[in-house]
């Protein structure tokens, strides 16, 4: 894959599951993996960092994975943004509600290196 | 038809981006996210025909959003369906404008894999030849005859009316065959003619309903109360759905979807006990009832080749391999953390159940533990914090009332997680551990199944203010307010929904209503306030009062004859008063959050202890100084324990002596004449006075020889270190206890009362003062000085006579009262002040009690009752026996408030 220099920004206020997913990026052979906690400090990074992808959760303490995405789609640097949101089966009826601030896509817990390659596919530039 | 929208380029957008591919399917989100933008900015745009369309413009949303989250069970009726509405939104036959299949060439791919709508079929159908067992269903594009729907509408009514007569009828006998039938057939037929007639979400509701009341049939399932629910919820389901249809316009018909709600039901449905796997059928779709080959199949069949994201947490992707061991510890350690801090917020839920933050940040951990040991194969972790995680989503959002019994629910599931990661974390290999099941958890699981989920929060106040608004305005009239506001009961809809509904309010005015509401709540907002602050406002408040009684008492003041002046000063009194009474009141909380924390702490105290134990509550709304009522927990704490563990018998025990198996503890709280009465009361043994004596013999507290009566030997259970239960349990008998309970109850300046009958059981009682900034008390003078006698301890006031005073070998001073003795007190000895009337006689007695023993005070003059702000007397005198604090007087000149236990012991070590 051509994914490998691209830099992810992986949003999620539960460490383990911060883990988990970056795991399942390096098993992808993504090399570039950035964290942050919760949309707040996805904002700081992302104003100190050039960042190709965020995988972010949606519900999160201090700002939640939707006010990130709005935030991202109002920043004229950053509008364009792949932004794949991480929900659960239960959860996903909100996923509407992020479909219509033009998330690029979404991913529901547990999910496999497959799956995740398979929505990467539908959202990144092809290369 | 009226042409619509008002702004026709809206419209034209659309239809452009539904009809020409620019939605490059189920893939394109953005594209799809844009056609919902486009609906609202639609009803935006025109409200009013808006809310006339507003069936056709849910159903294409309704699509749009099942394509989304990939439930649709056929993608390419879907996107038919969407142009058929779109079209007929705009006034224009469907079948003129939009060309049924758009040519490939003319859809720009927007995606990196582009599915064009036209090619949806073919597409669908390569990769899934699942598709080819829907039989072709005659009633997609053509719409159904408005006579045949009509008939079926009237039907389903008359059927609706059988279930709910024949259910009443079931309920009253469980096992009449006839009654069971009767409720089946309804359903049986409103199945099969919704499925004829593609009416998905009926007739998947129907089904599943007659699935469960088959099984009654066949004596598979019992008919318990909780079916009988079922089946109630829906009917209502049902009849609401029945309803949609009839009011939606014909075309929306086809796609009329109460799915939502259908969904949540059958979630639920899931949740139950079902005792037998095959009740569980797959989301049917129209018109293959018969075959079940639809959207279930559809989707693995799709998953064979690439797991569907859809897929179930509990069975769908986990991670293969063995768990490692490092993530393992991390999530350990992170869970715990999590868990930690659900007890904390779920005391501010309790206090406020309709705190959104708090339920959240209750639902959050659930929800990340979820999700991560879902990925680590933690079967049981996940599926207890899933079902707790379905919970808190449904009083999230306002399904489920956030109860006392959800909230223990809460609480178990946090202590049994705690339990399952201390095993995880202890085992020694985990991955044998991951998979096991717990007997504990499997056992909760089934009470989380059984949890009543049919109690919801109150809407109905809320919605009658909007109504009542509408009323007000002329808008509606009463009489439909007050129909709506039945409908929205029963439905679980908010009022405003309904009534423009059902056309009885224009959109505009049901907003303005709902924007006064607001207002309206906004006003009664409320602050939080620091509670130092709130302290603060009350001693400045009681300083303001004492000021203004100093200046009211002026001499100078009272030499001026002005009538104005006089006036003046009423008012003035007047406010302080009332500034006084709300600021006191501000600080009273209901005694309610302290006795709800005993629940569990009883419900886990009788399950060490193998007993039955329940807690009854009485006068829960009584009010307590917010700072008393942080005091008093414990020792209540500590008085339950004593009762669950020394008090109750074990049920064996109790049923060999004719009592019912299961005890009980009795707390009750009410105000009587300035003090908080609290009550607890058990129906267990009651003190043994025997083994009470001897161990207070053996630990040298009394002498061997004595003839302490009853009473005083009670007292002998406060006594510091003494414990009679012999094995120290987990529960109490650490011979801590009762001893800091009198303590604290003291330092409250209040009492405690012990009475018992053996073998009926121990009653304890609190008496305590209102508040504790504020005591009522007599102020007295002993020479030049004033003191104030709390009038709590405070029995009776008298002048003796000469012949009443004794005295005693050995005892002292005695002064006769009503024919009994007592110690007479000289205050002005233990002062050291110089008295106006050393001579009782000549002076004035005040009784006082203690224990159960009087006393009788020596005073010189008694100056009057009031109420006196209590002032601390600072670190230095912190320690100084007989006296608990200063007031200051109305003329401003301080008295010393006299602790009547410090006295008698300052007596007493006098005397001896």
């Known amino acids: 894959m051509a994914y490998k220099n691209l830099n992810v920004l992986v949003v999620d206020d539960f460490s383990t599951m911060r883990r988990i997913v970056r795991n399942i990026l390096r098993e992808l052979d993504f090399k570039n993996i950035f964290e942050a906690e919760n949309g707040k400090a996805a904002i700081d990074v992302l104003s100190g960092q050039k960042i190709d992808l965020i995988v972010s959760d949606w519900n999160m303490p201090e700002m939640t994975g939707l006010d990130l995405l709005k935030y991202v789609r109002s920043n004229d640097q950053l509008k364009g943004l792949p932004f794949l949101m991480v929900t659960a089966e239960a959860q996903k009826g909100n996923i509407i509600e992020a479909v219509k601030f033009k998330v690029s896509n979404y991913i529901v817990k547990p999910f496999t290196a497959a799956i995740l390659a398979e929505k990467l596919a539908k959202i990144l530039p092809a290369e | ?133 829907i039989p072709p269903s005659g009633l997609t594009e053509e719409l159904v005859d408005p006579e045949l729907l009509g008939d079926f509408i009237e039907e389903a009514r008359e059927n609706i009316a059988a279930i709910e007569l024949n259910v009443l009828s079931l309920e009253n006998d469980p096992q009449d065959k006839d009654a069971i039938n009767a409720v089946f057939r309804p359903f049986h037929s409103v199945k099969g003619v919704s499925g004829f007639l593609n009416l998905t979400d009926i007739n998947r509701l129907s089904h599943q309903v007659e699935n469960l009341l088959d099984a009654a049939r066949a004596d598979q399932l019992p008919v318990t109360p909780a079916l009988i629910d079922v089946v109630l919820q829906a009917t209502d389901i049902l009849k609401e759905l029945v309803q949609q249809l009839e009011t939606t316009d014909p075309p929306a018909r086809l796609a009329v979807s109460g799915s939502a709600l259908v969904d949540s039901f059958l979630e639920k449905l899931e949740c139950l006990d079902r005792p037998q796997p095959d009740l569980e059928i797959p989301a049917v779709p129209a018109a293959a009832v018969s075959q079940p080959t639809g959207a279930a199949t559809a989707t693995s069949e799709r998953g064979a080749a690439s797991m569907p994201p859809s897929a179930p947490a509990d069975q769908g992707a986990v991670l293969g391999e063995a768990i490692d061991p490092e993530l393992l510890k991390e999530f350990i350690e992170e869970a715990k953390e999590n868990l930690a801090s659900i007890e904390l917020n779920i005391l501010s839920l309790e206090s406020d159940p309709e705190d959104k933050d708090a339920i959240n940040a209750v639902f959050r951990p659930f929800h990340s533990i979820k999700g991560v040991s879902g990925f680590l194969n933690l079967t049981t972790i996940n599926h207890l914090s899933h079902q707790v995680e379905n919970l808190l989503d449904a009083a999230r959002g306002g399904a489920l009332a956030v109860s006392d019994r959800l909230i223990d629910i809460v609480l178990k599931a946090t202590d049994i997680l705690k339990e399952l990661l201390n095993q995880l974390d202890q085992a020694p290999d985990p991955n044998a551990l991951a998979a096991a099941d717990s007997p504990q958890a499997t056992a909760f699981l089934q009470q989380i199944a059984d949890f009543d989920r049919s109690d919801r929060p109150q809407l109905v106040s809320a919605s009658r203010k909007v109504g009542e608004i509408l009323v007000a305005r002329e808008v509606v009239p009463e009489q439909v307010v007050r129909q709506a506001v039945e409908k929205s009961r029963e439905q679980q809809r908010k009022i405003g929904e309904v009534l423009v509904e059902e056309k009885a309010a224009p959109v505009q005015e049901v907003s303005g209503a709902l924007r006064q509401q607001r207002h309206a709540r906004e006003s009664v907002a ?13 001693d400045g408040v009681g300083e303001l009062v004492i000021a203004q009684s100093m200046v009211l008492q002026n001499e100078q003041l009272h030499a001026v004859k002005d009538q104005k002046l006089q006036k003046d000063i009423v008012q003035l009194s007047r406010i302080t008063a009332e500034l006084q009474r709300i600021s006191m009141s501000m600080r009273m909380v209901p005694i309610k959050n302290t006795f709800q924390k005993l629940i569990r702490l009883v419900r886990d105290l009788s399950r060490k202890a193998g007993k039955e134990i329940s807690l009854e509550l009485h006068g829960e709304d009584t009010e307590i100084d917010r700072n008393m009522v942080e005091e ?5 704490v500590h008085m339950i324990r004593n009762s669950a563990d020394h008090g109750i018998e074990s049920p064996e025990e109790r049923e060999r002596l004719g009592k019912p198996r299961g005890g009980t503890i009795r707390l009750a709280a009410e105000q009587s004449a300035g003090s908080i009465i609290i009550d607890i009361q058990d129906d267990g043994k009651g003190l043994d006075l025997d083994r009470i004596r001897q161990r207070a013999i053996e630990r040298g507290i009394i002498p061997a020889q004595n003839n302490l009566p009853e009473s005083a030997l009670f ?188 006295v008698v012991s300052l007596h007493e070590n006098r005397v001896a």
């Not at chain 2, 009726?77 to 079948?95: C, H, M, N, S």
């Not at chain 2, 409320?526 to 009350?538: E, H």
């Not at chain 2, 008093?632 to 209540?636: A, G, H, M, T, V």
């Open chain 2, 632 to 636: 008093i927990y414990e020792p209540l």
């Open chain 2, 715 to 902: 007292e002998m259970i406060f006594h510091p270190g003494f414990s009679t239960n012999e094995k120290v349990t987990d529960v109490s008998g650490r011979g801590v206890g009762m001893d800091v309970v009198k303590k604290t109850v003291e330092q409250l300046k209040g009492k405690i009362e012990t009475a018992s009958t053996p073998g009926k059981g121990s009653h304890f009682q609190l008496k305590l003062p209102l508040t504790m900034a504020i005591i009522d008390g007599m102020v007295i003078k002993v020479g030049e000085q004033r003191y104030v006698v709390p009038t709590i301890a405070l029995k009776e006031s008298l002048r003796p006579g000469r012949q009443d005073y004794f005295t005693v070998q050995g005892s002292g001073e005695m002064m006769k009262v009503r024919d009994s003795l007592m110690p007479l007190v000289r205050l002005h000895q233990l002062f050291r002040v110089e008295p106006r009337h050393p001579d009782p006689w000549e002076a004035l007695l005040l009784v006082v009690t203690e224990g159960d023993r009087s006393f009788c005070l020596l005073a010189d003059e008694i100056v009057g009752r009031q109420e006196v702000v209590i002032k601390g007397l600072g670190a230095a005198m912190k320690d100084l026996v007989g006296i608990s604090g200063g007031a200051i007087l109305g003329d401003g000149r301080v008295a010393l408030i006299l602790d009547v236990k410090g």
């Open chain 2, 526 to 538: 409320f602050v939080r306030v620091a509670t130092d602050k709130l302290d603060n406002l009350v």
């Open chain 2, 1 to 133: 038809m009226s042409s619509f929208p008002a702004h026709p380029e809206d419209a034209r957008g659309l239809i452009e981006t539904l009809s020409f591919g620019v939605v490059a399917g189920s893939d394109d989100l953005a594209g799809l996210g844009d056609c919902l933008n486009l609906l609202d900015q639609v009803a935006n745009a025109d409200p009013a025909t808006a809310a006339r369309k507003r069936g056709s413009l849910k159903s294409v949303e309704k699509i749009i959003n099942r394509i989304i989250l990939e439930e649709s069970p056929d993608l390419e009726r879907d996107w038919k369906t969407i142009r058929a509405l779109v079209g007929e939104l705009v006034g224009k036959p469907e079948a003129e404008s939009v060309p049924p299949v758009p040519p490939a060439a003319a859809s720009p791919p927007v995606t990196a894999s582009p599915v064009p709508v036209g090619r949806t079929r073919e597409q669908t159908e390569a990769a899934n030849p699942a598709t080819h067992a």
